[in-house]
């Protein structure tokens, strides 16, 4: 029959190799489940491999000391005299580690915290880079815990594809492994507080089960660092709103029942956040009562004095005296001028758009991308913009509150975008999808409208078909993400996206936390006597590592005659960044011969 080629023609398997990504596709597609639990445990093995060998090999940086010696003292000495300007929890935490390391302290020690320190790393016996591990650890694990949470957060809004987003991005970023591989407090109080909004955010089905749950998280945020107490009377705003949508119809519109049941509901909700508030301050003391169940503590006689509303705050918020003796530290802080570095400029003070700009630097530019794609769309589609406020209303009211501070010293006062907006980014992968009366739902035309065409899977199968050029461009934004974070492994801290130059350019840029924390001294050590030995080293280093503890025999060569320094002369970038007339002197005929770790430069000075 003359149509029987034609139709045979149409049977025939292709050879040409076209079939194979559909047929590939279609065994992961059967097998999704182990697919997505594998690729869960890859890309965490890969965030863990990144902040332990970091850990490894970064000496203490200028705020790890004092934790790190405040922890010791907590649980050796039950004593909460030292760092009062930050809660106890961060540091019991570091401390958990320090049970494994065993620093030695001397009992007769008196100094200050920066002191003590220095004492626990240097002057006891200790040695520095096993205490630093220990110290760490407790953070690293903390921190791919929390990636849990945005795996889980960004699951139940954009299911399987957008929590393995939201996990790529949190787990390739840069910033979040930098800060996450360090005995600080900037990623457990970020964390803490995701998991609050998300445990708020689920308590919109079972408010008993989550509200309790959910303000213990926030009770630890606050007892970690006090710079997330704004955040505090938002989440129990949007705890009052989840009460409010659990006591709610089945289409979550209208409250059951006449004004009364409304009155009944809302006051149920108000009750329900008062419960969350009393909690979170409970855990707040209870982080100080496990340091010393006595509660001793004698101000500090440099305590800052405090005036208007910051002294009402102070002197009415039910915390322990420590805590609020705390706060008057911090806006003791606040008051104080700074010194701050952008774009090639020293400035004294602050700059209010310094923050968006140093995340404009430090942040990937697929994440950017992909960050304004999944705010886009959660704004855009009907059923995820209840999630809206729980996502992006917290980092925009924290970063706010950040950008009116005087410390322009890194995006580490903003480690909670990272965070919050990972899961917000794994949003960009949802479709439209059916609105009322069966008519098609706006979305952001410029991303899931023009860029989405859906194909229709094989006839009769019944397979979900494979995301358009939407679901490519996002999985070749992620690819972009994680190329550019393994390319700057192990060098985390000083990243800056390919826009500004890499790791290599940010000092030109960027200074303190953001680049040279004085993570690089072990490097620095390894690199003189391997390629320098027997070198006159001239040394100006800025961080909280002793240079000798780690082999290096250097000079400040501030503390001499400009005439006199010849050969090698290694500075810090930041003081670089920040150099006085003296500096400049020793700086203008020096070559630059290489740089250690992307913080530290080496010149030779004729």
Partial sequence: MPTSLASRHDERVPVNGAVAPRALLGRLRRHRRAVFVVAVALLLLQMAVAMVSTAVEQTPTIDEPVYVGTATVYVQRHDLRYNPEHPPLGKLIIGTGLLFAHPHLDPAFKGDQTELGRHVLYESGNDPWRVMLWARLPVIVLTLLFGLVVLA???????????????????????????????????????????????????????????????????????????MLP??????LLAVVSVWHAGTTGRGTAPVGGPRAKARLLGRAAAAA????????????????AVDPRLRWTAPADLPAVH??????????????????GMRVQFGFESATWQGFLFGRLYRGSLWYYLPAALLVKTPLGMTALWTAGSLTLLAVRRLRPAAPYLLVPPALLLASAMTGSRDLGVRYALF??????????????????????AEQRSWPGWAGALRRRRPGPAGTGQRPWPGRAGMVTAALVLFVGVSSLLTYPYYLPYSNEAFGGPGKTYLRLHDSNVDWGQDLGRLADRLKGHYPH??????????????????????PRTVPAARVHGLLVVSDTAIDKADAR??????????????GHSITVFRRP
């Fill in 274 to 289: 008062a419960g969350m508030a009393v909690v979170a301050v409970a855990v707040v003391w209870v982080t100080y009562l």
């Fill in 583 to 596: 500096l400049k002197v020793l700086l203008a005929p020096s070559g630059r011969v290489e740089e250690i």
């Fill in 535 to 556: 070198e006159k080293v001239w040394l100006v280093y800025k961080g909280a590592g002793v240079p000798s503890a780690y082999g290096i025999d250097a000079t400040d």
């Fill in 153 to 227: 957060f960004a699951r139940e809004l954009a299911g399987r594809r957008g929590a393995l987003v939201a996990l790529a991005l949190y787990a390739f970023s840069p910033d979040v492994i930098a800060h996450g591989s360090l005995a600080t407090l900037d990623v457990p109080a970020s964390g803490f507080l995701l998991t609050s909004v998300w445990l708020v955010w689920r308590a919109r089905r079972r408010p008993f089960l989550y509200l309790p749950l959910s303000a213990v998280a926030l009770g630890a945020t606050v007892a970690t660092k006090m710079s």
């Fill in 308 to 325: 208007g509303l910051r002294a009402l705050l102070v002197d009415h918020l039910p915390v322990p005296r420590p805590y609020r003796d």
């Fill in 231 to 236: 955040a505090v009377p938002l989440v129990l």
């Fill in 417 to 438: 975008m990272p965070v919050f907006l990972a899961v917000a980014a794994g949003c960009a992968v949802v479709p439209r999808g059916p609105g009322r009366a069966g």
